[in-house]
């Protein structure tokens, strides 16, 4: 197995997570265990992050002349490349936005450049993030010149656009609002950490390059793949083709997105392994060791152009070892490699897009079209950066584009819509359940299972939408189908009525009575959110991991978690009977039934609920009240710390 030199020695290191090493993972900073982040925290519609953010009073577009006017200014501490043509930091903010934004995975919506968290350990000091520290050092002034309203992680992602930009380069748009973490803990989980390996294990798995489940990264500390690549070995027809596509598939991206991300991406800047055993001379200008490839991949590499995918076709490629000492591919004239090409390079997973015939087809597309990659580019970039940002409604700034697909668009809300329709709505909902007494869990079961599938970690799913009409499943679609007679007769949304029904359920069963919410819309497309699966974790973890996780991505604390694992089913009635039971079964020492009730008797800290809840039944209808009005209305985002519902009760009842 071939691997960078750099990647061998941090690789080394995090080997140290194995059960026998004595020495504390490189990058935990003394955390241990699975942690909830809301854990002990009262989450609210407002809650959320407290750092830098909103926008900046000159407006995103001004922070975007200032990031072009450093650009070409060169500076001692860390020079720019391309001294011979005119030096450049495009290509390196490029990158600084490129690794901000892809952590991210779709998988549990973890990552991103929400946060800036690449500033911090353990994202900063990962082998696909060397010297990246320059580009934000690079960047300070901008950063103290707009102060708190402009947030590191807007800043980055501005950078790669003005570089774009400056560069000739297409973009769509800006969707600003990021706001700042204090620190990089929320990324632990991203690895390489005693967390990672709790949740998604790998390393000590010794299967680190062969990465799976919901990692993003093929491995542990890189952003995508190997770029030497499958294991580090130089066979672009070979796993590296799997490689690519199943790890930019954890993004959400297409094969035509890759391809225009990859190439696009690298038509600009080059590769620094400047000697083989780093550090080389004094470790900045020429002597930069940062990868451990050597060379640019076009012959204009601070100009936009489709050449990365000419030269795919142009030249005859062949391995050879880099001055970094990892193998890279040297173009030639002719088969009989004797007549050297331009002095250019690509890597083992750029040749690999004309070793499949999928990847082939779309290379040569772009090759020979480049107003298709154009295209495609811009709005594969603005995905890329923006995908962990949630809907429309969380952006800020006057270049928002339109809502695009991964985004899930929906029809406007009109804030000033007369609502009062609701209380006939709320009628004819009692009337369903007075009629069939196992409406009540029906309407629990359906709005639980919509409001649900939202991830606090990128702002996705939830009810709003009723999104929840392309699930399949015969209880749904009957519940589904029984509500949808008092939509035709009402101005009411489909989303509303859900919400609503499962509201007057839980009241109904003996529940507090809750606030609600109203003007929730109907996506027109209902299976425009089929890319968001629910989680599937590894069949290894215990029942608890895989609660506690849950519970996290969808930002509830545990107390939450545990009190709605206690909403009443079928005809239940809305009380502590389930708490009582489960203590019952612990000191019995029974077999839990559920993995549900696996994880919330085995666990300390959940169980520690179970007891509470058990003896103390107003406790749970407050907090199981309080979750759910949590779970209903965290989707219905007021820009991007602000919530729609926040302070409002819509009237049901006359």
């Known amino acids: 197995m071939i691997l960078s030199r750099q990647l061998k020695a941090v690789i080394g290191t995090i080997l140290s997570l194995t059960p026998s090493a004595t020495a504390e993972c490189l990058f935990a900073k003394n955390k241990r265990g699975l942690r909830n982040p809301h854990h002990g925290v009262v989450r609210t519609l407002q809650g959320g992050k407290q750092g830098d953010g909103g926008e900046p009073d000159e407006g995103y577009d001004a922070v975007m002349e200032d990031v072009k006017e450093i650009l070409t200014v060169s500076q001692e501490f860390f020079p720019a490349d391309f001294a011979d043509i005119g030096a450049n930091y495009g290509p390196l903010m490029i990158r600084l936005a490129w690794h901000c934004a892809g952590s991210y995975r779709g998988t549990d919506g973890r990552g991103g450049c929400d946060g800036g968290r690449i500033r911090y350990d353990p994202e900063l000091n990962w082998p696909d993030n060397a010297n990246l520290d320059k580009a934000l050092k690079i960047l300070e002034p901008i950063k103290t010149k707009y102060g708190s309203k402009l947030s590191w992680g807007d800043l980055i992602i501005l950078a790669g656009n003005a570089a774009i930009e400056s560069m000739g380069g297409p973009i769509l748009g800006f969707c600003g609002g990021r706001i700042d973490d204090a620190d990089g803990s929320d990324s632990l989980i991203l690895g390489p950490s005693d967390e990672q390996e709790e949740l998604t294990p790998c390393v000590t798995d010794g299967d680190q390059g062969n990465c799976t489940g919901n990692l993003g990264p093929t491995t542990v500390g890189l952003i995508y793949v190997n770029p030497a690549g499958h294991q580090g070995e130089p ?355 029974g077999e839990a039934t559920t993995e549900t009730d696996e994880a919330l008797v085995q666990d300390e800290e959940l169980f520690a609920f179970v007891k509470m809840y058990a003896k103390n039944e107003k406790k749970f209808k407050d907090e199981l009240a309080d979750a759910w009005t949590y779970l209903m209305n965290a989707d219905r985002f007021d820009g991007p710390t602000g919530n729609a519902c926040s302070g409002v009760s819509t009237p049901t009842m006359e």
Request: aromatic share 8%; glycine share 10%.
């Open 235 to 589: 066979d672009p027809s070979g796993q590296i083709i799997d490689d690519i596509r199943s790890t930019f598939g954890k993004m959400g991206m297409n094969d035509y997105e890759t391809l225009a991300l990859i190439g696009g991406g690298h038509a600009f800047g080059k590769c620094h392994g400047a000697c083989a055993n780093p550090p080389c001379g004094d470790g900045i200008g020429l002597n930069t060791f940062t990868s451990g490839f050597e060379g640019p991949w076009t012959t204009r590499p601070t100009t936009w152009t489709n050449e990365y995918f000419t030269n795919l076709f142009e030249y005859k490629w062949e391995v050879e070892t880099g001055p970094g000492g990892n193998p890279q591919w040297a173009p030639f004239l002719n088969a009989g490699n004797d007549k050297p090409g331009p002095d250019i390079m690509m890597l083992t997973s750029d040749i690999a897009l004309i070793k499949d015939d999928d990847f082939k087809k779309i290379s040569r597309e772009y090759a020979t079209d480049i107003s298709k990659l154009e295209d495609q580019f811009k709005k594969a970039w603005y995905k890329l950066t923006t995908a962990d940002m949630g809907p429309i409604t969380r952006c800020l700034g006057d270049n928002v584009p339109l809502g695009q697909a991964f985004q899930s668009p929906l029809p406007p809300s009109d804030d000033d819509a007369d609502l009062s329709y609701f209380p006939d709505v709320r009628e004819e909902i009692q009337a369903l359940i007075d009629d069939d007494a196992e409406n009540r869990g029906a309407f629990v079961d359906l709005a639980y299972k919509c409001g649900s599938t939202f991830r606090d970690t990128n702002h996705r799913g939830g009810c709003n939408g009723a999104f929840i009409r392309s699930d399949e499943s015969e209880e749904t679609q009957a519940t589904i189908a029984l509500l949808s007679h008092i939509e035709e007769s009402s101005e009411a949304s489909l989303a509303d009525i859900i919400v609503l029904a499962g509201q007057v359920a839980l009241e109904d069963a003996g529940g507090n009575a809750m606030d609600f919410c109203g003007g929730r819309t109907d996506a027109e497309d209902p299976s425009s959110r089929d890319d968001l699966k629910p989680v599937v974790y590894d069949s290894r973890l215990s029942a608890a991991v895989k609660a506690k996780d849950a519970m996290s991505i969808q930002g509830l604390t545990l107390s939450q978690g545990v009190a709605l694992a206690g909403r009443p089913t079928g005809t239940d009635e809305a009380d502590n009977s389930y708490f009582v039971e489960l203590v019952e079964l612990y000191e019995s020492e």
